[in-house]
């Protein structure tokens, strides 16, 4: 085609995203031969009128793709964007003589568009201290072709032909991984962008301060209660309580029994009146 695809007209992912969604989800989807007879008008007849009307009814395609890259900081409506434009490069080079579906041969464009966006607007900070990082900071990018993480192989690969260390490679694609995100979420945010903005998830909701400081204040009051009520106790009532219950090796009634010559049976009794001794002091301190 020799004219520029334009086939959108009005319609574009800007402030309003609901807005636009609800308007690409009222395109109808093609049948086959809907499709086929469009593509060929396309193919052999150079028809902008069917490249608008394939472009449209695949909208809502690119936003379902979109929506998979939200993990990456970048506004949904900016990665829609790109992702239209990728369908639309797929549009044009839609060959119907293949016999596929446009939606198989558009998706490898949708996401090499959205790909490329995401590689330029990843951001840096402090990514070049040294000369080897300047060069990497420089040359890794081109040499890098997909998202996907370097195999060892292809660091080494690409250490060798930048002359540095692989190590240095390693730590550039780590750096290369991060980018900007805004605290805040966007003014007219989304359901989508809301797991993003770390405003949304950083916040532990689960407990407020003043829950938080209750809590301390209770456990700090029933230690000290407990080790009030313990040092009224017998040494002997007091020495099977610590043994049976707040040593980290505890010892068996038969243990205790063995070492001060009774039965288990009256071991059992100690600690019985023991607990019910300490349990009664630490009620009447509360």
């Given at each position: 085609?020799?004219?520029?695809?334009?086939?959108?007209?009005?319609?574009?992912?800007?402030?309003?995203?609901?807005?636009?969604?609800?308007?690409?989800?009222?395109?109808?989807?093609?049948?086959?031969?809907?499709?086929?007879?469009?593509?060929?008008?396309?193919?052999?007849?150079?028809?902008?009128?069917?490249?608008?009307?394939?472009?449209?009814?695949?909208?809502?395609?690119?936003?379902?793709?979109?929506?998979?890259?939200?993990?990456?900081?970048?506004?949904?409506?900016?990665?829609?964007?790109?992702?239209?434009?990728?369908?639309?490069?797929?549009?044009?080079?839609?060959?119907?003589?293949?016999?596929?579906?446009?939606?198989?041969?558009?998706?490898?464009?949708?996401?090499?568009?959205?790909?490329?966006?995401?590689?330029?607007?990843?951001?840096?900070?402090?990514?070049?201290?040294?000369?080897?990082?300047?060069?990497?900071?420089?040359?890794?990018?081109?040499?890098?072709?997909?998202?996907?993480?370097?195999?060892?192989?292809?660091?080494?690969?690409?250490?060798?032909?930048?002359?540095?260390?692989?190590?240095?490679?390693?730590?550039?694609?780590?750096?290369?991984?991060?980018?900007?995100?805004?605290?805040?979420?966007?003014?007219?945010?989304?359901?989508?962008?809301?797991?993003?903005?770390?405003?949304?998830?950083?916040?532990?909701?689960?407990?407020?301060?003043?829950?938080?400081?209750?809590?301390?204040?209770?456990?700090?009051?029933?230690?000290?209660?407990?080790?009030n009520a313990m040092q009224q106790l017998d040494e002997?009532?007091?020495?099977?309580?610590?043994?049976?219950?707040?040593?980290?090796?505890?010892?068996?009634?038969?243990?205790?029994?063995?070492?001060?010559?009774?039965?288990?049976?009256?071991?059992?009794?100690?600690?019985?009146?023991?607990?019910?001794?300490?349990?009664?002091?630490?009620?009447?301190?509360?």
């Amino acid at each position: 085609m020799g004219t520029s695809l334009q086939p959108m007209g009005n319609i574009a992912p800007g402030a309003n995203l609901s807005a636009y969604m609800q308007a690409v989800s009222r395109f109808s989807v093609l049948t086959a031969q809907e499709e086929q007879t469009l593509a060929e008008d396309l193919y052999y007849n150079d028809s902008l009128e069917a490249a608008r009307r394939l472009v449209m009814a695949h909208l809502r395609f690119v936003v379902h793709i979109a929506r998979s890259y939200n993990g990456y900081g970048l506004p949904l409506g900016d990665l829609i964007q790109e992702g239209n434009v990728g369908l639309m490069k797929a549009v044009k080079r839609f060959n119907p003589e293949k016999g596929v579906r446009l939606v198989s041969f558009a998706v490898h464009w949708i996401k090499a568009e959205i790909h490329e966006f995401i590689l330029k607007n990843w951001r840096i900070v402090k990514v070049a201290t040294t000369k080897a990082q300047r060069k990497l900071f420089f040359n890794l990018r081109g040499a890098k072709k997909r998202l996907a993480w370097l195999t060892n192989d292809e660091a080494t690969a690409i250490a060798k032909d930048l002359n540095v260390e692989v190590k240095h490679v390693l730590e550039m694609e780590g750096r290369l991984s991060s980018y900007d995100a805004a605290f805040d979420a966007p003014e007219n945010d989304d359901e989508d962008s809301f797991f993003v903005a770390p405003a949304h998830y950083l916040q532990d909701k689960r407990q407020n301060p003043a829950d938080l400081l209750e809590a301390a204040n209770w456990e700090e009051t029933n230690v000290n209660s407990l080790e009030n009520a313990m040092q009224q106790l017998d040494e002997r009532s007091r020495t099977i309580l610590q043994r049976r219950w707040l040593s980290d090796s505890k010892s068996t009634l038969h243990e205790l029994a063995a070492e001060y010559g009774i039965s288990a049976e009256r071991i059992r009794q100690l600690e019985k009146n023991a607990m019910l001794k300490v349990k009664n002091w630490m009620t009447e301190a509360a």
